[in-house]
């Protein structure tokens, strides 16, 4: 490692590391050089909005990094949320930019412990929940899914939410649900299924997302699939964003769409109350889904569909991102407990959704703020509702 060590005016010591600034010119393609410093992107980060006196700073954290100083402490606030990268007037990779730093720190050993049971619960039983693979299915109860062939119509990836996680499992009720309700033919792998890597990906160590993404690209060709369907955003961006497969990677709510177009799935039960539609950060501003789970909701007879204060491209993050599912924040640090006050303000009787994290997130803040009366639900769940 080349490296200078340096002492400033308060007689610190400070590394200047050539190593890491040639690894963020490669992962950035040069544009974290294109940083002027304007600001924009602390201006507004959720840190900022949440914690008034919050030590994260993203644009000093940007600006140490072009200077070749290293700071490992504040890189793990990051949510990933993408806020900052839809913002900045020069187009800077900040996000990947923050990946890069917590990867150096993986590769220096220099990462939150926390993270260590993580990781060696993605090894041995494929999922960040310690949970044996066998129970991948268990949800089910009455074993509905059946292996994946070349006659089903594709292949659904639950993930390690939808079936591990309890509350998200009511989603994947509900969407096995709606699946027979319009005659749909899909597979599974069923206790095959491990994780994708996303939580590796986005904790930031980028030698062992490689490695599961090489393993589980080498099933999904063997297995000719023709069209996956996924029903997180986080797993929908990895296979959409990262993985280089055959098939056609689909989210959920594109599939409901075209069923509800088609007339294959029924909308005629009244589900008579005035949600608003939070969009999860991976759905939205990394893949440009904004319109497609309105117009599904849209779809649902009796819903007044209203919007949150700060919506689409500048949604405020859930706080569940970047590996912050498996750290601990303070209750009253946490942004989901501002997207309910924010519901609470617009006075609706449900947030509606597209992704586990978020959900668990504004579960959690409701029952911290004590709000019984706004329920957390996902737009499979509110389809599945109104179906016939």
């Known amino acids: 490692m080349t490296a200078e060590t340096i002492k400033d005016t308060k007689n610190q010591v400070i590394e200047l590391n050539d190593e890491l600034w ?6 950035s393609d040069g544009a974290v050089a294109m940083c002027y410093q304007c600001g924009t992107c602390s201006a507004i980060c959720p840190w900022e ?3 008034l006196d919050s030590s994260y700073n993203i644009r000093k954290i940007i600006r140490n990094a072009q200077c070749d ?3 490992n402490q504040e890189v793990w606030q990051c949510t990933t949320c993408g806020q900052c990268e839809v913002s900045c007037p020069h187009g800077v990779p900040i996000v990947k930019i923050i990946q890069t730093l917590k990867n150096y720190a993986f590769k220096n050993r220099e990462a939150p412990e926390e993270f260590n049971s993580v990781f060696w619960a993605l090894f041995w039983d494929g999922n960040p929940y310690k949970l ?3 129970n991948r299915g268990a949800w089910t109860k009455n074993g509905a899914l059946s292996e994946y062939d070349d006659k089903k119509e594709f292949l659904v990836y639950f993930g390690n939410e939808y079936s591990f996680e309890q509350r998200s499992i009511k989603t994947a009720r509900a969407l096995l649900s709606l699946f027979k309700k319009a005659e749909v033919s899909f597979g599974a792998f069923g206790e095959k299924e491990t994780c994708l890597g996303s939580v590796a990906k986005e904790i930031g160590h980028a030698a062992y997302f490689n490695e599961i993404k090489t393993d589980r690209t ?3 060709d063997e297995l000719s699939v023709e069209t996956i369907v996924t029903i997180s955003p986080h797993d929908y961006d990895v296979l ?5 497969i055959n098939g056609e990677v689909k989210h959920v709510l594109e599939v409901i769409k075209d069923l509800i177009d088609s007339g294959r799935l029924k909308l005629s039960r009244e589900v008579n109350r005035t949600v608003a539609y939070h969009d999860p950060c991976y759905l939205g501003r990394r893949n440009d889904i904004y319109d497609l789970p309105r117009d599904i909701l849209k779809a649902v007879p009796g819903i007044n569909l209203v919007e949150f204060p700060n919506t689409r491209d500048n949604a405020l993050c859930c706080g569940g991102g970047g590996g912050r599912m498996w ?3 303070p209750p009253e640090e946490r942004f989901s407990n501002q997207r309910l006050k924010e519901a609470a303000d617009i006075e609706v009787n449900s947030i509606i959704t597209s992704c586990p994290y978020c959900v668990i997130n504004f579960e959690d803040s409701a029952k911290y703020l004590k709000m019984k009366d706004c329920q957390v639900l996902e737009v499979i769940e509110l389809v599945n509702m109104a179906a016939e």
Do not use: H, M
């Not at 040639?22 to 992962?27: D, W």
């Not at 959409?240 to 280089?244: I, V």
């Open 132 to 134: 044996p693979p066998s």
């Open 240 to 244: 959409k964003n990262d993985y280089q």
């Open 22 to 27: 040639n690894e963020l010119i490669e992962a």
């Open 218 to 220: 080498k099933t999904l």
């Open 49 to 51: 909005f949440i914690k």
């Open 69 to 71: 100083i290293y700071d």
């Open 327 to 329: 750290l601990e924040t």
